[in-house]
């Protein structure tokens, strides 16, 4: 993924207003991203962890989606995987996010996703998720990586119709 910036970060934003978009919490450690590594940006609100959000290159533009995040399970020690990159974890790992769709009317798209976001390090190795928490597969880290941009794009394709 390309570096991007605070400004249009904001601006791509598709499923909340102007004035949220505005309002949200932005990484403030955007140029120590690691960018190379991304296929999509993520991250959750410091503020509020039921916050989290999501920003990627989708039709050839920069596509934001705001998401919240379903109460975790106490006590939930099952393993449940990231419908995105296909990680599995434990406990709160993986989270229910669910995006409103643009234009309101209650409908929303939801996704099993990694709690934090961090799909792409760790398809690449580069955030351990312990044992039994990457499958081996026969694929290719690039195939892995197409793979993960394709669920990406089914996500917000979803979120955006």
Request: proline letters at 6%.
């Amino acid at each position: 993924m390309r570096p991007l910036a605070e400004p249009e970060i904001r601006a791509s934003f598709v499923n909340c207003t102007k004035g949220e978009a505005k309002r949200l919490a932005v990484p403030r450690d955007l140029n120590a991203r690691p960018w190379d590594d991304l296929d999509f940006l993520g991250w959750q609100d410091p503020a509020s962890p039921a916050r989290a959000y999501l920003v990627a290159e989708h039709g050839g533009r920069l596509v934001g989606v705001a998401l919240r995040r379903a109460a975790p399970h106490a006590g939930h020690v099952r393993r449940s995987m990231c419908s995105l990159c296909l990680t599995t974890h434990t406990g709160d790992g993986v989270s229910l996010m669910t995006a409103r769709r643009p234009g309101g009317g209650g409908n929303s798209v939801g996704a099993y996703i990694c709690t934090d976001l961090a799909c792409s390090l760790y398809l690449r190795g580069k955030k351990d998720v312990g044992p039994g928490g990457r499958m081996h597969e026969s694929l290719t880290l690039d195939e892995k990586i197409g793979r993960t941009a394709v669920n990406v794009t089914d996500f917000l394709e979803k979120v955006t119709q």
